[in-house]
Every structure is written in C-alpha cells, then in structure tokens.
C-alpha cells in the first residue's frame, strides 16, 4: 500500500512558475546586486524606487482587467439571448445581471476591505524603505543574508496558520497538527544554526537583529494582508485580476500623496548619484514584469487554495538563500567548515516544505490516520458510500421484483388449479 500520495492540481501550475522567477531573482540579487542599485549612494531611496516599481507592477493587471472586460463582451454579444430581457410570469421584465455589475456591486462593498489591503500592501513594502531611512549608511550587504530571511519566514508561516484558524474557523485536523509540528521542528533546527551564522561570520549581528525585529512585523502584516484578501475573494467575488488592479490604484495615490512630502522634507538638498543608464533600464523593465508575474500568481493561489497556501511560495526564499549559499562556497578560495551546516540548512527547509504541502493537503500521507480528514479522501469516502447506496437500493429492487415475479406466478398457479 502507498503510504504518501500526491494530490494533483491543476493550478500548481501558479506555485511553479513562481517559485521558478523567485529563484532566478534571488540568485541575481545576491550575486549581482550592484545591477539592481539605481541608486548607488542612497539606500533609503533605491528602495522607495524598487517600491514605486512594485506599484507600476500591480497597475500592469489593468491590461488583464481590460482583456477580462472585452472577452466577457464578446461573450454576451455571441449569447446574446442571455442578455435579452425577460419577462417574468407577471409580465414585467427583467434584465439578466451580468458578472461585469455583478463585479462593481461587490467592489462598492467591499471599498474598506481594499483600503486596508492597499494600506498593508504599502506599509509591508515600505518595510525596507524604513529600515534604511532609520539606519543611514547601512548598506544591502549588511543585513540581506539567509539567517535574517530564514526567521522571518517562518513567522509568516506560523502567523498564516493562526490567521486562518482565527478568521475562517479552521479546523485542525490531524495532518495540520502533523504539518506544525514539522515546522516546529524545523525551526527549532534551522533557527539556531542561523545564529551561529550571524555571530560567526562577517555579519553586523547588532543590525541583523534590529533589521529582524523590524521585519517581524512585515512577518505578521503580510499574513494578514492575505487573510483579507481572501475574504474578499469568498465574500465580494473579486477577480485576483481585479483586485490587483485595484491595489494598484489605491497604492498609487498613496504614493502621490507622500511622495512629495518625502521629496520636500528629505531628499531636497540630497544629490543622488545613479548606476548606468542602459544597465539601469533593462533592470527595471525586467524587474517590473518579473514583480507583476509574480504578485499575480501569488494572488491566483490565495484565490484557487487559500491564504496559508502562500507559506509554500515564500519558502522558495530560504531554498534561494541555501542555494546562493552553496554556490558561493564553491566560488570562494578560502573554503572553510561551512558546507556540512548548509546541507543540514537545506535539508531543513525541504522538510519545511514537505510539511507546508501536508497542511494544504496536497501531499497525503496514509498512516496513523492522518488522511481520515483531508478534503480528497473525505470525498473518496462519500462516493464510495453513494456507490454502496446505489448497489444496496438496486439489490433491493432486484429483489422487490423477483418477490413481485413469484408472487405473480403464484396466483397464475392458484387461478389455473381454481379453474
């Protein structure tokens, strides 16, 4: 008997993709971060452009929402006897409502749910903005290691889990509480060998542990930014394409509005030296897609799975981080004891990821009862029962009628002796 089974889903095909672009760009970032420096003097500001892009990349979805508009246009004209009017038995007429008012109806009930997504979205991404405004001349080297990433991304998992079983009322059944249980372990793991990193390495801990504690709380916020979000899913009936878009424009005025207080106040008399030009422009093209692809496809797998589900997308981060780790090593000349703690690093991180995919039932393991409540089996089983139902009935029916047949023969029987 298989012990772990795999449930397919079609629409993996978003994590894989995303996980593919994230590793490329992490892998460029930290191996050739002097390409993404539009700014070279000033972090601070670098990153409010790198935050300005992300905005730029939301906005992209206005070309999708545009498709989604004109192909549901065609639709209802090519059906166009489902967008006739009808008349209803009293004789009054009635015109069928279509997805599109059924879109901006929701919209207009759900505008504070989008406030409070775009002013997370905006506070999240302007995390590193902040840290480099408070922390001035510190520079990307100091602080974009593994062992920080690794910390904050397992607080964004665990938060995930507790949002969704405090706003959706999950249960937790006995393959979540396995699937925690891993994490914990790993973390448990993984989080003391990132120490010993920070400590016995070229690293500013004092600054590492000060960036940390900053992004600890992105770590909470972006978890509950998509905890919303998902609820505005299931509850308005927005479009991840829709909803992006709209993002998108609340996060521009924001901008439009701070921006130039941040000029006026901060960067007036600040002369800002950048990179070069071409190098400069193919990076924010390139980053600019690539930010866009990534932001939808991590939207369409809140909206087809669920919020937690994001915990198997940013684990890539740490995959990333390990990966970019090793290759440095064999890069360098003065190779050092490094090596063993980074395949345990590894290891712990695919185990990470294991238990992510336990959690959102895509991997089903068949012992000790851990799949008697998954989605998949509690299916399989009912189906079963609908099938044994049905035979039960027609092995009753079958019966029913031979009873019928026999009594039928009987009276034939009894008529032909009467007579």
Same mark, same amino acid.
């Not at 995390?127 to 001035?136: C, D, E, G, L, V």
């Not at 915990?311 to 440095?328: A, D, K, M, Q, V």
């Given at each position: 008997?298989?012990?772990?089974?795999?449930?397919? +889903?079609?629409?993996?095909?978003?994590?894989?993709?995303?996980?593919?672009?994230?590793? /490329?760009?992490?892998? !460029?970032?930290?191996?050739?971060?002097?390409?993404?420096?539009? $700014?070279?003097?000033?972090?601070?500001? +670098?990153?409010?452009?790198?935050?300005?892009?992300?905005?730029?990349?939301?906005?992209?979805?206005?070309?999708?929402?545009?498709?989604?508009?004109?192909?549901? *246009?065609?639709?209802?004209?090519?059906?166009?006897?489902?967008?006739?009017?009808?008349?209803?038995?009293?004789?009054?007429?009635?015109? !069928?409502?279509?997805? @599109?008012? *059924?879109?901006?109806?929701?919209?207009?009930?759900?505008?504070?749910?989008?406030?409070? /997504?775009?002013? #997370?979205?905006?506070?999240?991404?302007?995390?590193?903005?902040?840290?480099?405004?408070?922390?001035?001349?510190?520079? &990307?080297?100091?602080?974009? &290691?593994?062992?920080?990433?690794? /910390?904050?991304?397992?607080?964004?998992? $665990?938060?995930?889990?507790?949002?969704?079983?405090?706003?959706?009322?999950?249960?937790?059944? *006995?393959? &979540?509480?396995?699937?925690?249980?891993?994490?914990?372990?790993?973390?448990?793991?993984?989080?003391?060998?990132?120490?010993? @990193?920070?400590?016995?390495?070229?690293?500013?801990?004092?600054?590492?542990?000060?960036?940390?504690?900053?992004?600890?709380?992105?770590? $909470?916020?972006?978890?509950?930014?998509?905890?919303?979000?998902?609820?505005?899913?299931?509850?308005?009936?927005?479009?991840?394409?829709?909803?992006?878009? #709209?993002?998108?424009?609340?996060?521009? !005025?924001?901008?439009?509005?701070?921006?130039?207080?941040?000029?006026?106040?901060?960067?007036?008399?600040?002369?800002?030296?950048?990179?070069?030009?071409?190098?400069?422009?193919?990076?924010?093209?390139?980053?600019?897609?690539?930010?866009?692809?990534?932001?939808?496809?991590?939207?369409?797998?809140?909206?087809?799975?669920?919020?937690?589900?994001?915990?198997?997308?940013?684990?890539?981060?740490?995959?990333?981080?390990?990966?970019?780790?090793?290759? +440095?090593?064999?890069?360098?000349?003065? *190779?050092?004891?490094?090596?063993?703690?980074?395949?345990?690093?590894?290891?712990?991180?695919?185990?990470?990821?294991?238990?992510?995919?336990?959690?959102?039932?895509?991997?089903? $393991?068949?012992?000790?009862?851990?799949?008697?409540?998954?989605?998949?089996?509690?299916?399989?089983?009912?189906?079963?029962?609908?099938?044994?139902?049905?035979?039960?009935?027609?092995?009753?029916? &079958?019966?029913?009628?031979?009873?019928?047949?026999?009594?039928?023969?009987?009276?034939?029987?009894?008529?032909?002796?009467?007579?």
């Amino acid at each position: 008997m298989v012990c772990i089974t795999f449930n397919y +889903n079609k629409n993996l095909i978003y994590a894989i993709v995303y996980w593919v672009l994230e590793i /490329i760009t992490r892998i !460029l970032i930290f191996f050739k971060w002097d390409y993404f420096e539009i $700014i070279t003097n000033n972090e601070a500001v +670098n990153e409010y452009i790198y935050l300005i892009l992300l905005n730029i990349s939301d906005l992209l979805a206005g070309f999708l929402v545009l498709y989604i508009h004109f192909s549901l *246009k065609k639709k209802q004209e090519n059906e166009s006897t489902e967008n006739q009017l009808i008349r209803s038995e009293t004789g009054t007429e009635v015109e !069928l409502i279509t997805e @599109e008012v *059924k879109y901006h109806n929701k919209v207009n009930k759900s505008k504070i749910k989008l406030i409070i /997504i775009c002013l #997370l979205d905006y506070l999240n991404r302007s995390a590193f903005f902040i840290f480099y405004q408070s922390y001035k001349g510190s520079k &990307h080297d100091d602080i974009s &290691h593994k062992a920080q990433k690794d /910390i904050i991304t397992y607080l964004d998992i $665990i938060a995930r889990y507790v949002f969704s079983i405090i706003f959706f009322k999950t249960k937790v059944f *006995k393959h &979540h509480k396995f699937a925690i249980f891993i994490l914990l372990i790993s973390f448990i793991i993984l989080i003391p060998t990132d120490i010993l @990193e920070i400590h016995f390495s070229k690293i500013d801990a004092e600054l590492t542990y000060i960036y940390i504690a900053i992004f600890s709380i992105r770590g $909470i916020l972006f978890p509950l930014e998509d905890v919303i979000v998902k609820k505005v899913f299931l509850e308005e009936y927005i479009l991840p394409e829709h909803l992006m878009f #709209l993002r998108g424009l609340g996060e521009f !005025l924001i901008i439009l509005i701070i921006t130039p207080f941040l000029y006026f106040f901060l960067y007036n008399n600040v002369d800002l030296e950048f990179g070069k030009t071409v190098t400069i422009i193919l990076m924010i093209i390139l980053y600019t897609i690539s930010s866009f692809v990534k932001a939808y496809l991590l939207l369409k797998v809140i909206y087809f799975f669920s919020s937690q589900s994001v915990s198997f997308l940013i684990i890539s981060e740490s995959i990333t981080g390990s990966i970019s780790e090793i290759i +440095n090593y064999w890069l360098s000349d003065n *190779k050092d004891d490094k090596l063993s703690l980074l395949f345990i690093e590894i290891t712990v991180i695919l185990i990470t990821t294991f238990g992510t995919l336990v959690y959102d039932e895509i991997i089903i $393991i068949k012992k000790c009862g851990l799949d008697l409540n998954v989605a998949k089996e509690i299916t399989m089983r009912a189906k079963i029962e609908v099938d044994n139902i049905s035979v039960c009935v027609k092995e009753e029916e &079958h019966e029913t009628d031979e009873e019928e047949k026999i009594k039928n023969n009987n009276e034939e029987n009894d008529e032909t002796i009467y007579e």
